[in-house]
């Protein structure tokens, strides 16, 4: 178990988290291993199949990334999406993957210091599912793409 490294889906919202996606790189740190990043207009548009089909293609752990409430370009596109989330939580630990692989963080870049906020709530969330270990339904044979 020491040597697993976990597979991080993010989705992040284009308007409020995309442009820290690639602050490690940016500022030369180094970012936590195996986050594949996928930009969606806004953090509505994701939904549970789209969650579900994460953890099925080998994510060990899924993050979403949407704007601050009050603050989102679609007006309520990010209140969706906690409602989507925290419907989906119950079935994820009925089915044996856990409410804890899936968080959903409000966050806005606008500044270096917001940017680092994107990086360090990537890298605790994945030294979280490290100690998790790897997510019961993951296909091994199944590359992390949602």
């Known amino acids: 178990m020491d040597r697993f490294e976990p597979n991080i889906v993010a989705f992040l919202c284009n308007w ?13 740190r180094k970012g936590p291993p195996k986050v594949e990043v996928i930009r969606v207009m806004c953090s509505g548009r994701v939904d549970e199949r ?3 089909k994460a953890f099925v293609s080998g994510a060990d ?10 603050d989102c ?18 079935f994820l630990d009925a089915v044996g993957i856990g409410q804890e692989r899936l968080r959903l963080e409000w966050i806005s870049v606008m500044s270096e ?8 709530t990537v890298s605790v ?8 270990g790897p997510c019961p339904v993951r296909r091994a044979s199944c590359p992390v793409s949602a």
């Open 50 to 52: 789209m969650l579900m």
């Open 125 to 132: 969330f994945a030294n979280t599912i490290k100690q998790l």
């Open 73 to 90: 370009h679609y007006q309520t596109g990010n209140l969706e999406t906690k409602k989507k989330i925290m419907g989906l939580q119950p």
């Open 16 to 28: 409020c988290s995309y442009a820290g996606a690639d602050l490690p790189g940016a500022l030369r």
């Open 113 to 120: 210091s917001q940017m680092l906020e994107v990086a360090e």
């Open 61 to 70: 752990g899924v993050l979403v990334f949407g704007c601050n409430p009050g």
